[in-house]
């Protein structure tokens, strides 16, 4: 089993600035991939921002130059800091982790509780 712990959510002025952090844990042998998709009510959840092990990353056009994405590949842990934020970025944020348990297994992916962050004056 693996579990994502999410932290960070809250309101904010827009204009303002949150970081959230994941931290990764169970059988975790090989991490392919961390980052932050979201979802607002109705709507297909949709891609923040990830990073792969070799530190390559890949934004959403709309938070490209505002939101950046880090992460510990000692601790399995990600922090995404969102600037400049906007009250379209209002959504529930969910963690994202592609990993597998073994030398031999494929990959799964793994998702968070999801923490909401809100934008609004």
């Known amino acids: 089993q693996v579990q994502l712990v999410e932290s960070g959510g809250g309101l904010v002025q827009p204009g303002g600035s949150l970081r959230l952090s994941c931290a990764a844990s169970g059988r975790i042998f090989r991490v392919f991939a961390m980052g932050w998709y979201r979802q607002v009510p109705e709507k297909q959840r949709e891609l923040v921002a990830t990073i792969t092990r070799d530190a390559s990353t890949n934004y959403a056009d709309s938070v490209k130059g505002r939101f950046t994405l880090s992460r510990d590949n000692a601790n399995n842990t990600a922090w995404l800091q969102m600037d400049s934020l906007k009250p379209e970025d209002t959504a529930v944020y969910y963690c994202?982790?592609?990993?597998?348990?073994?030398?031999?297994?494929?990959?799964?992916?793994?998702w968070g509780q999801g923490t909401q962050v809100t934008v609004s004056s």
């Open positions: 994202y982790l592609r990993s597998s348990s073994n030398i031999l297994s494929n990959p799964n992916n793994y």
